[in-house]
Structure formats: C-alpha cells, structure tokens
C-alpha cells in the first residue's frame, strides 16, 4: 500500500515563555529565557531555584475541564491546535455535529469523520503534582482525596481531549521519559500513514512537580545558573513544565477540507541505547541511528538539513554525547544546530512537541532560534550554537529528542511545496474497502513468557493507607532469583524484574538483537516507585532522597532494561494506555516490523499491586486488584532475510545489508490489531469487530469482563448484536478471573487466546476446534482494541 | 581512618545492595566505579546519600563527587576533610 504523505494544519503551545504560538514566537524572537524562580510548590532544597514554570493561570485558560495541571497545560494547547486548523470538531453534541456536516456540505468541503480522528500524546508525570498531594495527606492525620487517583495516569490528558473533542478513533499515550512527546507524534504519523485515522491530534504534556525536581536534584543534574546547552561550563539542566499539540493529517484529506499546510512531517526515526538507566551511550549510537532513520524515513540526505531543533538538555553528558552524533551524521557540513530548552526548560514529555512545534514555527517564519545561556564553546564538543535570531532559508528541520533509558526519536518537518496538489473527495466510509483495511496481516508469534499470578489471596494495607486486609491476584515469588543474576537483579525494582523474567521467558533460541524492537505497556507502571520516593520526600522534609527509586520510576525503565538485557537496539516504546496498554504496545511493534526497521519484536505488558490503587478499589468497590507481566515475541510475515532501512555510508552494523529474521516454529499467528474507541452503541461495535475479523472463521471471542455490573453488560451486548450479525452464537470467553483486574491483564488475556488456538485449553461452551480468537478489550476510558491470534 | 575504611566497606554493601560481595572483599585502593566493584553513575548518587545521611555532607555537583569516590581510601580521606561542614561544592 501507497503510505500517504502527512501534513502539519494546526500549532498549540504553552510554556514558560508564553501562551500560544504568536507569543512564543516572540520570545523566541527576543531571546529571552522563559526561567525563573520556583514558585508553583514550595522546596525546602531547591527553594526558588530557575525553572521554567507557567506564568499564565493555566486553570482559568483551561475552562470548565477536570483534570491534573498537566492534562489542563494539554488541553489549552489542543483547543489552539484545532482552532489554528480550523477544524470543525464541536464535542458530542449532536445538533452541532449536524450543523457542522451541512455547513462543510455547502462549502463543498469534506470533514472527517469522528472514528478517523485520533490524539496521541507522551507524558511522563501525568498527574503527580497531585498524587504528591494525596501522598502528604495520607501521611499527615487529615483527610486524603482518593478522587485525585483519577488523574494520576499519564493517559488522562489524552482522554480528557478525546473526550472534549468527540474524538473517536485510536486514543493512545506514550511515556518514554523525555522523548515521550516526540514518539507520541512519530505513533501518529504511523496511524495516519497506515490508514488507520485521517486526524491525529499529537503532543506531550506534563506539569513541574517534586517528583521531578527532587529526582533530579538528586541526580545532580539541576544546573542552579539555569540550563545552558552546548556552554564549556553547563551544569545540567532547568526543569520546566508545558504542552504542546499538533493537528496531523493525512494531506489528501488536509487537501479535501481546504485546511492550511503549515510543514509536511516527513520523517520520524526511533533507536535505542541499549545501554544505561539514565547515561546515553557516550558515542551517540543510538542517537545517530534515530538520525539515520527518520532520514531515511523522509527519503532525505544530511545535506539537506538546514536546521538542527538539538535536544541539547545542558547536562555534560547529553549534550556531549549529541555533539559527537551530529558531527558523525554531518561531518564538516555541520548545518545550524540550537536548543531551544533555555525558553522553556526541560518540559520532560512535553519536550519533544514542544521542539516540533518550534521546529514548524522555524520553517514557517524563515528564521534560526537562537540558544540562550550559551557562551562559550566547550573544545571536546566543538559546535557553536546558533547565538541570535536569524533568518535563514529553512528547507528541512530535525528535531531530536532523546530520554532516559536511551529512547532517541527523531522527527523532520519539511517546507510544504508550494501545490499540495488536487483535491480529492474523501471515500464515505461505508465506501472504505475491506480488503484495504490496514490491520489484517499474519504475524508468526515465536515466543511467550510470563509472570501470572498464583490465585486469588489477601493482602495486608499498611500504614500510611487506613489498615485492613484487601483480596488481590498476586504474583509472589516469581522466580526472579533463579532466573535474574544477583549483580543484574540488585538495582530492579520489583516490576522491573516481572518483566524482565517474562521477557527472558519468551525469548527464541536464537535471535539478532540489533533488530528487534521492545514495546512494553503499562498503566500504573513504576508507581510503587515514584510512590517511595515521594514518602520519603515528605517524611524526611526533602533530605535524603533516593536517586535509585527515582530512576526506576519513569514507566519506560521497563522496556529499558528488557532493551538492556537483550541488546535491542530497534524502538524502545512504553504505551501507557489503561487497560488498551497491551494492545497498543503490540501495535507499535507491529508497525516497526511492517517497516523494516525490525525483525523481531517483543511486545508485552505490565503491571504490579499498588496500595493506593488496592485502597481506592476497596473504597470504591471495584473488582478484585491484579498484576502481571507478558511479553510475547513476534517476526516478519516470512521468517525470510529482510532488508533493514539502509542509509548513507554507514558502517554501522544497524544500518548495512539484510538480516535474518528467527526462524522458530511459529506457536500462533497475529491477524489483527485494531485500536479505537467505545462508542456506546452495540451495533456499531458488533460491525467494528466484524470489519475486523471475518465473523464466519471467528470461534471465540475474549473478553475483558471483570464482574464489574456495567461494564459485564457491555460487553454482553456487544456479543450479543455480533452473534446477531454473524447469524449464530459467538462462544464468549473471559480470563479476568484468573488474573484479577489491572490495566496489563489483555497481555494475559493474549496468552489464553495463543493456548486456546493451539487446543491447549478449552472454554465449556466450545463445540469445535478453536481456530480463531479475537481478544477485546475496553477501558473504563472509552479506549478499546480488538486483536486476533489464529492457529 | 582505618575505622573509617570499614565502616565504610559495609555501608557501601548495604547502602548498594551488593549481595555477592563481602565488606572485607573490597580493597581499599581499588576504583569503586567500573572495573573493580563495577558500579556506576547511579550508585555514586546513591553513596551521595549516604555521605549525607549519615556524616551530614551534602554534595551538590557530579564533578565533586566523581573525584570523591575514586577508591574507598579517597572517601574516607573525603569524610575526613569535611566533615562537621554543611555543604560542599555549592
């Protein structure tokens, strides 16, 4: 299939050096530096320390909307993004969405669909500033705010969009730690260039906290002049807080509506270190390939850069590690290279679409944004940043963005031509042909590894949760200390050594690391360990902090290590999307295997009991808590030699030549995964899940349901109205009840449907073979996934 | 300082969580990062905790504490040296 171009109509900004596109502009124009004293929290440590915090009063520009600081910083970029469009997305309500369809048909103009517009955004705190908070009051004798745990997960600014919007296609968040914002819009580019949505509105936000600021400090890399990127005598960096969002499209269907080009996103690259926690790879390796990638992606050379967006944080290492990458993909043909983290400070997952943001607005105005706080040339990195603001003849950005864990991603905005060209008239989607549909495809899954829980037990709540005993699906000893080496295992955190055993588990015989690729969702992911660490922040009044808690926090530690583990240098993705976190983990590494940039993926979920979240279930009477971890791995369609993205004149291993795909016995096969949104009609899910599957060879289908009265009946009614559509009872299956309920159990959900294909189970109500199991999946969040594992 | 060194060893393997390795295993004029006991960038901050929980130093910058932590003799030499002050390398 032709992949389709991808256009940039919108721009949404806020940071610390100002709200909206117009402004940061101006700032960016007058060179001023958007840090300045601490004063959203009070710190005992880092009392007014530079950071580069949002003076607008980001509740009142957000409006009536509900949510963390950080999903409030989303939404006012998102409604600037759609407004600057000019997309007519008008919310749920149906009057206004039959104005808009009359309005678009007189003008001639096609709108797309609702179930075609997606938002996918990284984040990497969510809604901690919050959590902090409820974590105090549970310390101090008064009374906590359980109700604030609902803004906790990092995927509650995307829903609060989706939801604001009527945005009804894929709803997905990505927390890969400071390249989150960047891989989010690298994920929607995938979505738009497979046909899976028209639309996607894509960013990355997160709001200052002490998490952040004291995990810093106490990696000592809080630089107390103020971030100075690329300067001989930088420090580290300024921490900041933002969001940023971008209306992507499909350009034929920017072309339809008459929307206005702003760049064409024309490239996106994602490699991993492989190599530390928290240091990048010294070289920049991992930071080259990215390059290399999103280069290649965008069918560019070097020479066609004409400026570098750097990701320059202003630690001595980064910013060492990046010179020494930029002059190995550049050479002596250096192009002008600035970091723009001085206006905003290090917004985290915000980062990376705050910078494409910049970047777009680079091309737009013609001009070089300058690198405040820079002085002097450091002699072992030899670049000499853009100093002031210049115009420039802007051809091609890059935009780098690299985070923790060693999770590079790349992006390349391009000036649009000057025609995009005719416009067509989008297909009606009752015109759409099924066997376009870009979700049906035959992956062989060549391995399976898990940590499952022993059976339904009792936990004890301790203090500071009110004390009682709590029934949970634990995991006990898992075998982490016959399968983990003592000298690997002692820095992991519990979670950490779920899924690096799952992942070991799992593993073929014999595999080719440097191409395979590691996708690991999760919904609460490391909040045990952002947890400790802010007990102790609050207990010990700031002192003492512990910098090993804190780096196992950001949710991307676990794709990291199993990346670590097994070498794997491909992309390193950490979809945390509620209970759809599965799913789309498996999807992103599916797409890496369609492009070529991989041949094997591991693709898993997990999560692990936390007390909060065990005591707000037990207050709300929620269904019985779980944990787990899955990894499965999966290869190309043919298990042949492959051709991998070559470019340039690489020597790089990575780059050259073909590789050999595993060839293991396949245990199943992936047909399809699909990810979208609950409607709340049951017709219209019955015909989802059959455009998906063919319902005539369709022998199960695996749900979610958990015993929770609501959500039981939907999914009941949704059966009910497929085995209406299919003209014969579909057989139902649930698993929850092996596995408790928690935002990975679609991972062990995944495993039935393998053993159920492979007759290694059976349901009751089976009369036949199974061949052929569809696992759905919904979130209380309205996401849901459909995948379908055939013999 | 000779009593210092093994206080020390032992707070190091408790402090790291070096399971495999005994206090009076770690030689004194070894390198504690990299080769020798094989630590890293990470355990370093968490020996910077350890300086200021229980001898009351607060280190503020990596460069400090890079050249601190070359051997368990040149941390005890460190404690030595500033001991009783509040802060270093503010």
């Known amino acids: 299939m032709q992949q389709r171009r991808i256009v940039v109509t919108g721009l949404g900004i806020i940071g610390a050096c100002g709200t909206g596109a117009a402004a940061v502009w101006e700032s960016i124009r007058q060179g001023a530096s958007g840090l300045r004293p601490l004063s959203l929290f009070s710190s005992i440590r880092y009392e007014r320390i530079l950071v580069g915090e949002v003076p607008a009063d980001v509740d009142r520009l957000a409006g009536n909307v509900r949510g963390s600081r950080s999903d409030k910083l989303a939404w006012i970029a998102a409604r600037e993004a759609v407004a600057s469009a000019g997309l007519p997305l008008v919310g749920r309500d149906r009057r206004a969405r039959r104005s808009v369809e009359e309005q678009s048909r007189t003008a001639q103009r096609s709108v797309p669909t609702s179930e075609r517009i997606g938002v996918v955004l990284g984040a990497t705190v969510g809604g901690m500033l919050g959590t902090e908070k409820f974590v105090r009051d549970l310390l101090q004798p008064r009374r906590a705010s359980y109700g604030v745990l609902r803004f906790h997960e990092c995927a509650a600014s995307a829903d609060l969009i989706a939801r604001q919007f009527g945005a009804d296609g894929p709803v997905l968040a990505f927390s890969t730690a400071c390249s989150g914002g960047a891989l989010a819009i690298a994920a929607a580019a995938e979505l738009i260039a497979n046909d899976e949505a028209d639309v996607v509105l894509a960013g990355g936000c997160d709001s200052l906290c002490r998490l952040t600021l004291n995990g810093f400090g106490s990696l000592l890399l809080l630089d107390p002049k103020g971030c100075r990127p690329f300067d001989a005598q930088r420090a580290g960096i300024s921490l900041g807080e933002g969001a940023a969002v971008l209306v992507l499209e499909a350009a034929e269907v920017a072309a339809a509506r008459g929307g206005t080009v702003l760049a064409e996103l024309s490239g996106w690259g994602a490699a991993c270190d492989a190599y530390h926690a928290t240091a990048p790879q010294p070289d920049g390796d991992g930071a080259l390939v990215a390059m290399r990638r999103a280069l290649t992606r965008a069918k560019l050379s070097p020479t066609d850069v004409s400026y570098v967006n750097a990701h320059g944080t202003g630690t001595r290492d980064n910013d060492l590690m990046e010179g020494r990458a930029l002059r190995r993909l550049f050479g002596d043909a250096l192009p002008p290279v600035s970091s723009t983290k001085p206006f905003f400070g290090h917004t985290l997952g915000a980062s990376g679409a705050i910078k494409a943001v910049i970047s777009v607005l680079a091309l737009r105005h013609q001009a070089l944004p300058p690198n405040p706080g820079f002085d002097a040339v450091d002699p072992e990195i030899r670049i000499e940043p853009v100093r002031a603001y210049r115009p420039a003849a802007l051809t091609h950005v890059m935009s780098n963005s690299f985070g923790f864990g060693g999770n590079n991603v790349v992006l390349v905005f391009s000036k649009p031509p000057a025609v995009v060209g005719q416009a067509p008239r989008l297909p009606s989607p009752g015109q759409r042909q099924p066997e376009r549909l870009p979700y049906n495809f035959r992956f062989p899954i060549v391995g399976a590894g898990a940590v499952n829980p022993v059976g339904e037990t009792t936990c004890e709540m301790r203090a500071p949760l009110p004390s009682g005993r709590a029934p949970v699906f634990a995991c006990g000893e898992f075998g982490a200390e016959k399968e983990l080496p003592v000298a690997r295992r002692r820095r992991l955190s519990r979670l950490q050594q779920m899924t690096l055993v799952a992942a070991r588990r799992c593993l073929p015989a014999q595999f080719d690391p440097a191409h395979a690729c590691v996708a690991i969702g999760t919904g609460l992911g490391s909040l045990n360990e952002a947890a400790a660490f802010v007990e102790n922040l609050w207990r010990k009044d700031e002192r003492e902090p512990l910098p090993q808690r804190f780096t196992n926090s950001v949710h991307n530690a676990l794709a990291g290590q199993v990346a670590i583990e097994l070498g794997a240098r491909g992309l390193n993705s950490t979809p945390t999307c509620h209970e759809i976190s599965f799913e789309a983990a498996l999807w992103h590494a599916l797409r890496e295997l369609a492009a070529g940039t991989a041949n094997l993926a591991l693709a898993g979920a997990a999560d692990e009991l936390n007390p909060y979240a065990v005591a707000a279930g037990r207050r709300w009477g929620l269904p019985v808590p779980g944990e787990g971890a899955a990894v499965f791995a999966l290869t190309t369609t043919d298990g042949g030699p492959r051709s991998v993205v070559a470019a340039g004149t690489s020597t790089d291993a990575m780059l050259r030549g073909s590789v050999q795909a595993p060839r293991v016995p396949p245990m199943a096969y992936l047909h399809a995964v699909r990810l979208g949104r609950y409607t709340g009609d049951n017709e219209a899910e019955a015909r989802w899940i059959a455009d998906t599957v063919d319902l005539a060879k369709l022998d199960v289908l695996l749900t979610g349901a958990n015993g929770w009265p609501a959500l039981d009946a939907e999914y009941a009614a949704v059966a009910e109205a497929l085995g209406r559509m299919a003209g014969r009872k579909i057989v139902v299956g649930t698993y929850k009840q092996w596995c408790g309920e928690h935002a990975s159990a679609s991972a062990f959900g995944f495993s039935v449907a393998i053993r159920l294909v492979r007759g290694e189970v059976r349901l009751a109500e089976q009369t036949g073979d199974c061949r052929r199991v569809a696992l759905y999946t919904l979130s209380p969040h309205a996401q849901k996934a459909l995948c379908v594992v055939e013999h | ?90």
């Open chain 2, 1 to 90: 300082m000779q009593q210092l060194i093994e206080e020390l060893k032992q707070k190091i393997v408790a402090a790291l969580n070096l399971q495999e390795v005994k206090p009076a295993d770690i030689k004194e004029d070894e390198p504690l990062f990299g080769a020798g006991l094989g630590l890293d960038s990470i355990d370093a901050l968490e020996l910077v905790v350890l300086l200021e929980r229980d001898y009351g130093i607060i280190v503020k910058e990596q460069e400090v504490a890079r050249k601190a932590f070359t051997s368990v003799r040149a941390l005890a030499t460190f404690i030595e040296e500033h001991r009783g002050q509040c802060s270093k390398g503010a």
